[in-house]
């Protein structure tokens, strides 16, 4: 399946291929962890769930939301699988701005009552 893949290092955007298999996006986005952010309803966004932890990240943003690391974006099938991108190459490159090299987002945990 078709994905987009946001490299703040090198800050490029690119299309890549994707087998379906999870255990590919640890290795496309480079991380132990992964977290799903929903980029519009077709689109989510996978980013790397521990970013913030890492004292040498780079950052994207995607609608004034701040992201460390790569990210990959795919879509859901009516079933909750992962499926083709909808979004264009193009659009993605419309919807990402990189931070500057040094920005940095402080971690921060926070307790709500029930």
Not at 10 to 34: M, S
Not at 67 to 91: C, H, K, M, P, Y
């Amino acid at each position: 399946m078709k994905g987009i893949l946001i490299n703040p290092f090198d800050e490029t955007i690119k299309e890549v291929v994707v087998t379906g298999n999870y255990k590919e996006l640890y290795t496309l986005i480079e991380c132990r962890a992964f977290d799903c952010v929903d980029v519009d309803e077709d689109n989510t966004l996978y980013v790397d769930d521990e970013g913030l932890l890492h004292d040498t990240n780079r950052y994207f943003a995607i609608h004034d939301r701040e992201f460390a690391g790569r990210g990959l974006i795919l879509s859901t099938d009516d079933e909750g699988n992962s499926a083709d991108v909808r979004f264009t190459l193009q659009e993605v490159k419309d919807l990402v701005s990189f931070l500057p090299e040094g920005f940095k987002v402080e971690p921060f945990f926070s307790f709500h009552e029930l």
